[in-house]
C-alpha cells in the first residue's frame, strides 16, 4: 500500500482502488493507516484535483471540497458503525484539516436560501458522526476501541497538541454547539451525537468569563430537547451532558446544578401526575394508547436521569415499586410501563445502597436490606413474565444485582456489608441457569422460506439484534460465573456449547473459561472435566448398552472436539497449565473406572471410552508429569493387559498416548 501511490499510479483501475480503499476499517492499524495514506492522497487531498472555489469566495473553500469527498466517500463504503476506524486511519495524514471544526459546523449551519450547496440530510448525520469521531481521537489521543492492544503513551510533545485540541474544541463547540442543538432538535441521532461533545470538553477552560455566558444557551437547548424526545439514546446523553458539567470543582457547578433541580422537578411533577391518573383508573388506565406513552416517556426521561444523578429526594422509589407489585399481582402492566419503572427502580437502589455510610443507624440498614431482598424477589417473579423483553431485562438486571450485592463493602462499614450482604440460594442459582439455557442456547424453529427481499432484510436484522441481546445474558451470567456469585460448576452447562455455538458466543466462553482459570485452577479443570462426564454420561444412555460405545458416532466425534478445544485453551507453556492438566487427567481415570467390578481390574468398566476423550490433553503434560499419570493410571489396571477385544482400545491409545 505505501508503494503502490508512489510508484504505480497508472497501474492500478477504479476497481483496485476502491478495493483498497476499504482497509481503512480494518482493525490492524498499521494496515488502516497505510491505506489512510493512500486513500488521502489519492482521493481526499488537492494533488490531482482542481481545487474547487465556493461560489462566493468563502474561507473554506478547500477544506469544504474535502470534506465532501470524505463524506460521499464515507456513505458510499456502507460501514456507518464504524467512523471511529475510517477517522483513525486518516489521523496521521489529515489531522490538519480533519480538526477544521470550524469549516465543519459552518457546513451544517449553512441555510440553503443563502447557499445552494446546503448538505442532504444523510449527508448532515454522515458530518456529525465525523465531527463526533475527530473530536474524540484529538481528545483521548489513542486509537479507537479495537484497533490497538492498549492505550497509547502519549510522549511530551502529543500530550502539548492533545490540550491545546482539547482548548480547541471546548473554545469552538461552547459557543456552536447550542446552535446545532437547535436546528437539529427533533433529530434523535443527530442530537444524540451532538449531546457526545461536551465530554471531551476542558472545564476549566469552559469556566472562564467568555465561555461562561454561552451556558445558559446549552441547559436551555438540552432541557428542550428532553421535553421533545423519550428516545433513549437522547436522553442518556442528555443526562450525561448535566453530569459532566455538574462538576463541583469548576466555577459552573452553582448554575448547572440549579438547572438540573429545575428540569428534575418538572419530569418528577409530570411522572406524579400521570401516576395519580393511573392510581385513579389502574385497568382503565392501560387501555388508552396515549395515556401508556406518557408515562412510557415520563418514566424513561426519569431513569435516563437517575442513571447518572442521586434522585432520592425526590422519592422515586416508592413510586415505580409500587407500580411493579402492582405488575406482580395483576399483570396487566403494558411493557412500555413496566421496563422503565424496573430500570428506574434499580437506580433508585443502587443510589441508596451508594448513600450507606459508616455512621448509618441500624434502623436506616435493616430497611433497606428490607428493599433489597423485595426487588431480587419482584425480579425473580419477572423471570417467568409473559412478554419477553421483560423477562430478559429482569434477568439481566438481577445478574447485575446480585454481582453488586456479593461484593459490595459499604464504604468500609462491616456491619453494614454484612447485614447487606446476599448470595444466591440453590434454588435460584438453578433457575438463573435454567433461563440461560432457555433464552441463550434454545435451538430457535425453522426459518421462513419463500421471503421477499424486504422481509428477508427484516429477518436479518432481527437476527442480529436477538442475537446481541442473547450475548448480554450469557455475559450477564457469566460474570456471576468468574466472581464466585454462583457456583463455577455452573459453568459446565455453559462450557457444552462452546464448540457448537462458536461464532456467536465463543469469546464469552472463552473468556469465562480464562477468568475462571485464572481464579482457581484446579476448580476450574474439575469444571471442564465434568462438562465432559456429564455430556459422555447423556451419550452411554443414548447409546445400546449391548453394542457398547460407538466412536464413530457424531456425539462421540463432537465430544472429543470439544475436548481437543479445550485442550487448546492451555496455551503453548505446560508449566504454567501443569497442576490444571494433572488433575483433568486424574478426574478423568477415576471416572473411566468408576463402577468397575472386581479387585483385579479384568471386567470391562463401563466408563473407559472416556479415556479417549482425556487423551486430547496427553500433550499437555510435562514429561515428568506423564510418568506420573501413567503410575496413577496403573493403580487401576491389572498386569498383563486384558486386552482380548476392541471394547479394551480406549486404554491401550489413553496410554500410549502418555507413553509417546
Known amino acids: ?382 423471570l417467568h413474565h409473559k412478554e419477553k423483553d421483560v423477562r430478559e431485562k429482569a434477568f439481566v438486571i438481577l445478574c447485575d444485582w446480585l454481582l453488586i450485592l456479593s461484593h459490595q463493602d459499604s464504604n468500609n462499614n462491616k456491619e453494614a456489608a454484612g447485614l447487606l450482604d446476599y448470595l444466591p440460594s440453590t434454588s435460584l442459582q438453578e433457575k438463573l441457569l435454567f433461563f440461560i439455557q432457555e433464552h441463550v442456547f434454545m435451538e430457535e424453529e425453522g426459518e421462513s422460506k419463500d421471503l421477499t427481499e424486504e422481509e428477508e432484510r427484516k429477518n436479518e436484522s432481527r437476527k442480529l439484534d436477538d442475537l446481541h441481546k442473547k450475548r448480554n445474558l450469557l455475559a450477564a451470567y457469566c460474570k456471576l460465573i468468574v466472581y464466585n456469585v454462583v457456583e463455577m460448576t455452573a459453568a459446565a452447562e455453559i462450557y457444552k456449547h462452546y464448540v457448537k455455538t462458536y461464532n456467536d458466543f465463543g469469546d464469552i466462553i472463552k473468556e469465562t473459561l480464562s477468568r475462571t482459570r485464572h481464579n482457581n485452577k484446579i476448580q476450574s479443570a474439575k469444571t471442564l472435566v465434568l462438562c465432559l462426564q456429564q455430556l459422555f454420561q447423556t451419550h452411554a444412555k443414548s447409546q445400546d448398552s449391548s453394542s457398547g460405545v460407538d466412536f464413530s458416532s457424531a456425539s462421540f466425534t463432537n465430544m472429543k472436539e470439544l475436548a481437543r478445544r479445550f485442550s487448546l485453551t492451555f496455551g503453548w507453556d505446560q508449566v504454567k497449565s501443569r497442576e490444571s492438566v494433572a488433575m483433568i487427567h486424574k478426574e478423568g481415570i477415576e471416572f473411566a473406572f468408576q463402577g468397575a467390578t472386581g479387585v483385579d481390574g479384568k471386567c470391562l468398566p463401563p466408563n473407559l471410552s472416556f479415556l479417549l476423550i482425556i487423551s486430547e490433553f496427553s500433550n499437555k503434560l510435562l514429561k515428568p508429569d506423564k510418568r506420573l499419570v501413567y503410575a496413577y493410571l496403573q493403580r487401576y489396571i491389572a498386569e498383563p493387559l486384558p486386552c482380548r477385544g476392541d471394547e479394551w482400545q480406549p486404554l491401550i491409545w489413553y496410554r500410549n498416548s502418555l507413553l509417546a
Open 1 to 382: 500500500l505505501l508503494f503502490l501511490p508512489r510508484n504505480c499510479e497508472d497501474v492500478l483501475s477504479a476497481e483496485d482502488c476502491e478495493t483498497l480503499y476499504r482497509f481503512v476499517y480494518t482493525t490492524h492499524r498499521p494496515l488502516a493507516v497505510a491505506a489512510g495514506e493512500f486513500l488521502y492522497k489519492r482521493l481526499l487531498s488537492q494533488e490531482g484535483h482542481e481545487e474547487v472555489q465556493p461560489k462566493r469566495g468563502g474561507k473554506f473553500g478547500a477544506s469544504t471540497d474535502q470534506l465532501k469527498r470524505l463524506i460521499c466517500f464515507f456513505l458510499e463504503s456502507e460501514l456507518h458503525k464504524h467512523v471511529a476506524y475510517l477517522i483513525d486511519s486518516l489521523w496521521d495524514w489529515a489531522g490538519k484539516f480533519l480538526k477544521d471544526w470550524e469549516c465543519m459546523t459552518s457546513l451544517l449551519l449553512k441555510n440553503a436560501e443563502e447557499d445552494g450547496e446546503a448538505l442532504s440530510d444523510a449527508h448532515e448525520s454522515a458530518l456529525i458522526e465525523i465531527i463526533l469521531a475527530t473530536v474524540r481521537e484529538a481528545a483521548e489521543g489513542h486509537p479507537p476501541v479495537g484497533r490497538g492492544a492498549a492505550k497509547k503513551i502519549l510522549s511530551v510533545k502529543e500530550k502539548k497538541i492533545q490540550l491545546e485540541d482539547c482548548t480547541k474544541i471546548t473554545e469552538h463547540f461552547t459557543m456552536v454547539l447550542p446552535q446545532l442543538l437547535a436546528k437539529y432538535s427533533t433529530d434523535a441521532q443527530k442530537v444524540a451525537n451532538l449531546l457526545q461533545i461536551p465530554q471531551y470538553y476542558d472545564l476549566d477552560v469552559y469556566s472562564t468569563g467568555h465561555l461562561a455566558k454561552h451556558l445558559d444557551a446549552l441547559l436551555r437547548e438540552v432541557k428542550d430537547i428532553v421535553a421533545k424526545h423519550s428516545d433513549l439514546s437522547v436522553l442518556e446523553a442528555s443526562s450525561r451532558t448535566y453530569y459532566i458539567l455538574c462538576s463541583e470543582e469548576i466555577a459552573i457547578y452553582s448554575q448547572v446544578d440549579h438547572a438540573r433541580t429545575q428540569l428534575v422537578d418538572e419530569l418528577v411533577g409530570q411522572l406524579n401526575q400521570l401516576l395519580d391518573g393511573f392510581w385513579q383508573k389502574e385497568e382503565g388506565f392501560c387501555t388508552d394508547a396515549g395515556e401508556i406513552s406518557r408515562m412510557h416517556s415520563a418514566l424513561r426521561r426519569v431513569a435516563a436521569f437517575h442513571n447518572a444523578h442521586d434522585l432520592t429526594k425526590w422519592n422515586l422509589y416508592d413510586k415505580t415499586s409500587r407500580l411493579l407489585v402492582f405488575e406482580m399481582e395483576h399483570e396487566s402492566l403494558p411493557v412500555l410501563m413496566s421496563l422503565p419503572a424496573l430500570q428506574c427502580t434499580y437506580f433508585a437502589l443502587l443510589w441508596q445502597l451508594a448513600a450507606v455510610s459508616e455512621n448509618s443507624p441500624k434502623e436506616t440498614l435493616f430497611a433497606l436490606r428490607r428493599e433489597l431482598r423485595r426487588f431480587s424477589q419482584i425480579c425473580m417473579c419477572f
